[in-house]
């Protein structure tokens, strides 16, 4: 081993040691934790004033209206559901935003601190507020999971050369902004794809489903959505942002049912009512 290598290893270390680790709420979950919430949090409210200055959002219209009212009634949940597990102060600094941006791609995101985007292209796969449920809770999920910072300290730890994520800011280059907008799940903004891990889809699916119910969505609309984003996918080439980066396959509709039974217990204990199956008294709308 040369000694540079020797003094990679040593930083790593002394990087992991001082860091550490970060826990998942609901999951439980840990995670490699290099980069602190506010670092990241700051990076990501410079990002989206930026991102809503060249895409002024859409205001006073239905759909803008509704994904203000879905994203309010998730991130109450959210709020009480944090709280209530002693998980609060890791919604210090969030900054919850929620806005609907005309733009014909099939994208939805959440950065680290609760700052969401809807494209008006995924209007037709979401459908309903229920459906749209289905897709906040999920991007919300990602926030709460600290994903973006999760694979920021990946990134960091794989790239250990010296540079801090302080230096790699500090010069704002072009290049570090695009990665981060990518590391934050953003990245179709910038024309770079990279996925959150299977892992961290998985995650957001099973605490986004949890997240909705506790909103009083019904969870079980989740299943149509990703069979409705399923058959979006197929055909003409190259597939939509979205779509690509969240492939809505069968592992995917399987894991989720198995995470159903608890969602469905917090649907019911959020709407005090039995949820109604086929042939049920009260038809939820948005099936
Ligand atoms: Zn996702």
Redesign the pocket.
Known sequence: MSAHAVRRVALLVALLLLAGCATVPMTGRKQLSLVSGSEVNALAATEYGKFLKKNPPVRGTPDAEMVERVGRRIQAAVEQYMKKNDYADQLAGYDWQFHLVEDKEVNAWCMPGGRVVFNTGILPITRDETGMAVVMG??VA?AIAQHGAERMSQQLATQLGGATLAVALAGKSTQTQALAMAAF?AGSVVGILLP?SRAQ?SE?DKMGINFMAMAGYDPRASIGLWQRMAEASKGSGKPPAFLS??PADEQRIERLKKDMPEALKRYEKATGQKPAGAGGKKKSKGK
């Open positions: 999920h991007e990602h799940g959150f889809e957001a980066t969240h």
